[in-house]
Structures are given as C-alpha cells and as structure tokens.
C-alpha cells in the first residue's frame, strides 16, 4: 500500500516569505524527526525571548525596538508553526513497520 504524500509540491514555502519566488523553504519529504527539531528550535527561541523580555523593564528601552522584538517573535514562532504542520501531517502518514 501506498501512502500518499499530502502536500501537493515536495517544497511547501514558508508562509514569512515575502517575495514571489520564496528562498525559504521545507523539504516535506525530510525526515520528521529533523523537521520537529527545527520546528523546536524556533518555538523555543520564541519563547526564550518572550521569558526575557517578561523580565525586563521597558523604562530603558526605545520605542523602535518594540516593533523589530514583535517581528522577530512573528518570525520564529511562524517558522515553528508551518514546520509543526509538516511535521503533523508526516507522522499521521506515517506507518509502523510491521
């Protein structure tokens, strides 16, 4: 039997790309672990930062960062997210040796 690959092109871009032809992108048929790894490592940094911002006082800061520190969480935590789908949809096809 079979498992159908859901995802209608082997490289599905990330949903952060701006541009037409876009340079970042998942290799749905990598192996899911390392795709979990990846998605990981970005929710992770994510969430690192939103720790230490949460420890720190704002009084010091400058207005322009708020908007570079909410665009790098969008990044990191949208890359995590389109490459946790990946890794969902790879383990739902996924079959056990027998």
Known sequence: ?????????????????LTDTPPLIIDTEANPQDILEAALQRIRASSELLQTLHCQSFKDG??????????ALYLLTQDGCDLLKVAQQRMLNWKAPA
Request: glycine share 0%; aromatic share 8%.
């Open 1 to 17: 039997m079979t498992t159908l690959n859901p995802f209608p092109k082997r490289y599905r871009p990330l949903e952060t790309n």
């Open 62 to 71: 400058d207005v322009e960062d708020i908007p570079h520190i909410t665009h």
